[in-house]
């Protein structure tokens, strides 16, 4: 029977809202791909984000071209013909999942990996005044891992005020692009100082050159400078870490590829998300095993998961079940 594609959008309120340099949001909107082939249903989720040039009406549009192909005999040869995106990693972790309640068999089975093990993930804070992060990170200081969304000034007193409420845990620090090149060195030096020890594409990815050769005790993890395998080489000496998000990727296929590829090329892998829920989680627990820092903890900042999602015990967790994905 030929493989049939069911496309939905749907919006999940946040817990407040989420602010990050680029503005905020109060819902997660997402793109579910359903697959079918008769004998079971697979499905991924996506999110399209404007800072790729993304909208929901292109991702559903780029998913509904390929329905010819999906009808054909090789299902998997739809997801070659889209570019890597949201469109593609919906599709990608649906063929995944369709295969596995095909078959019976586990995706990580299906990739050849061992049993997920259960992980900790960061944390984050959402972008805000001083006082309003610091407030955050006191009712968050019992969890292992912080992330700190900067990106604007008066970060170096941001740094501080949440390093004085939290005192124990880890801290990372995403500046979503947004720091410059004439307060870069002040920014690393308030990081350092706050005892950081990773920090996320701090400048915009068509200027970042002044990060070729950082030496200082703070990695520097590439995001928005990277999507897939092929962006990889020309990060050497500018990031010490690149961020692998399925949405980037274009879906678990080449994300399980780029981890591999990044490895090789002497980067420690970080896994990350974006705002969606346990659907899109799910799939990248599988590369989140081989990574030094995760950050899954988009269901968190949501008011409601969708059912069967990820358990969480504090900041761990689990691997998803069946009844999610895979």
């Not at 499905?43 to 054909?72: H, K, M, N, Q």
């Not at 900041?315 to 009844?323: A, C, D, L």
Request: aromatic letters at 4%; charged letters at 20%.
């Amino acid at each position: 029977m030929a493989t049939t594609l069911k496309i939905s959008v749907e919006r999940w309120p946040i817990a407040g809202s989420f602010t990050i340099a680029r503005g905020s949001k109060t819902e997660a909107v997402v793109v579910v791909a359903e697959l079918a082939d008769g004998a079971a249903i697979g499905r991924g989720e996506c999110v399209p984000y404007a800072r790729y040039g993304e909208t929901v009406e292109s991702v559903s549009a780029a998913l509904e071209g390929i329905r010819d192909v999906l009808a054909g005999p090789d299902p998997r040869a739809a997801a070659k013909a889209l570019p890597a995106g949201a469109a593609r990693n919906a599709l990608d972790c649906a063929l995944w999942d369709l295969e596995a309640k095909r078959t019976g068999k586990p995706a990580y089975e299906l990739a050849k990996l061992p049993a997920p093990r259960a992980l900790t993930t960061a944390y984050t804070l959402s972008l805000g005044t001083p006082e309003a992060m610091a407030s955050a990170a006191a009712a968050a200081r019992d969890r292992p891992l912080l992330k700190i969304k900067l990106g604007s000034d008066g970060d170096p007193e941001r740094l501080a005020a949440i390093r004085a409420a939290a005192p124990q845990s880890e801290l990372i620090v995403d500046a979503n692009e947004g720091w410059r090149a004439d307060n870069l060195e002040g920014n690393l030096a308030a990081c350092v100082a706050a005892g950081v020890t990773l920090v996320e594409q701090p400048l915009h990815a068509s200027d970042d050159a002044p990060l070729q050769g950082w030496d200082g005790p703070v990695a520097i993890c590439a995001d928005e400078s990277v999507h897939d395998r092929a962006s990889l080489a020309g990060l050497v000496g500018r990031y010490t870490a690149v961020n692998i998000k399925l949405d980037k990727t274009g879906g678990l296929t080449e994300a399980l590829a780029m981890a591999a590829e990044a490895e090789r090329l002497g980067f420690s892998i970080m896994v990350g998300c974006m705002l969606a829920t346990s659907l899109s989680m799910a799939p990248a627990m599988l590369v989140a095993q081989r990574a030094k820092v995760v950050d899954l903890d988009g269901p968190l900042l949501l008011q409601r998961d969708r059912p069967h999602g990820l358990v969480y015990r504090g900041s761990i967790v689990e691997p998803p079940t069946r009844e999610l994905w895979g």
